[in-house]
C-alpha cells in the first residue's frame, strides 16, 4: 500500500484536473450555445436549397451548367474529411476516421484522395491517404466567406476533371451527448430520387443560365458551410460531454483515494497506540 504522503499527493493531482476539467466543460458548454442556435437557424435554409437544387438538376443539360451534375464513371475519389484542431472530445474525431476508412474500403481498386479540415484527421489520415489540402485553419475564423473559398477550389476540382466523385464526411449535431455520422455526397450533384411530384417543364426567370450560374454554386458553399457548423456545434458537444465525464471519474477516483488515505491514516494511528500501551506495559513489568 502507498504510504500517507504519497496517496496525498495524488488526491491534490486529482484535485487539480478536476479543476481543469470543469473549466473546460464550461467553455465548451457557452460555446455550444451560440454553435448550437447557429446550426438550428441555418438548416432548414440549407436544405430547402438543397432541394431546389436537386429538383434545379433534373431539368439540365451539359450545355446550361450541368457539368456539376454529370454522372461519370468514377475512378478518381475525393473526401472531405472534418474533424477538430483539439482533442479531449471523447470518440468524436476517431469515429470520423474510422468511417472514412470504410467510405474509402468501398472505393476499392480506385484513387482515394483526401481533403482535410481539421487536424487531427490530417495527422492520422496523412499517413495512410494522399491528403490533396489542409484547410484546418478554417476553424480559426469559421465564416461563409472561408468556406466558400474551399467549395469553389472544390468545383475547380471536379469540374476539370481532377475527381469524378467527391464526399463529405463529419459528424452532425443531434445533441450535447450524441453525434451522428454523415457521409454527404458533394459532387456531383445527386439527382432527385423520385420525380413523382416534379414537373420538368419549368418557366425560369430570370433565364436558366442566370440561374445555374447563381444558385448551384452559392447551394454547394451553403452545403459545406452547414457540415462545418454541424461538425463544430457536434465537437464542442462531444466535448462537454467528455469533460463532464472526466470530472465525474476524478471524483470518484479522488473519493476512493480519501477513503483509503483515512484508513491508512486510522492504522498508522492504531500502531502507534499500541506502541506506546506496548511500552508502558513494559515499563510496568
Known sequence: ????????????????TMKITKAMKMVSAAKLKKAQDAITAMRPYSNKLSELLQNLSATLDADTGGVYSE????????LVVVTSNRGLCGGFN???IKETRNVA????????????????GNDLLGKEFKVVDNQSGVFDDLSFENVAGIAENLMELFVSGAFDKIEIVYNGFKNAATQVLNVEQFLPIKPVESTANVS????????????ISALIPKSLKTQLFKALRDSFAAEHGARMTAMHKATDNANALRDELLLTYNK??????TNEILEIVGGAEALNA
Do not use: H
Open 264 to 269: 491508512a491514516r486510522q492504522a498508522a494511528i
Open 71 to 78: 454522372q461519370r464513371n468514377v475512378s478518381k475519389v475525393l
Open 200 to 211: 420538368a417543364d419549368y418557366i425560369f426567370e430570370p433565364a436558366k443560365e442566370e440561374i
Open 1 to 16: 500500500m502507498a504510504n500517507l504522503k504519497e496517496i496525498r499527493n495524488r488526491i491534490t493531482s486529482i484535485g487539480s
Open 94 to 96: 476517431s469515429s470520423v
Open 105 to 120: 474500403k468501398q472505393y476499392q481498386g480506385k484513387e482515394v484522395s483526401i481533403l482535410t479540415i481539421g487536424k487531427k
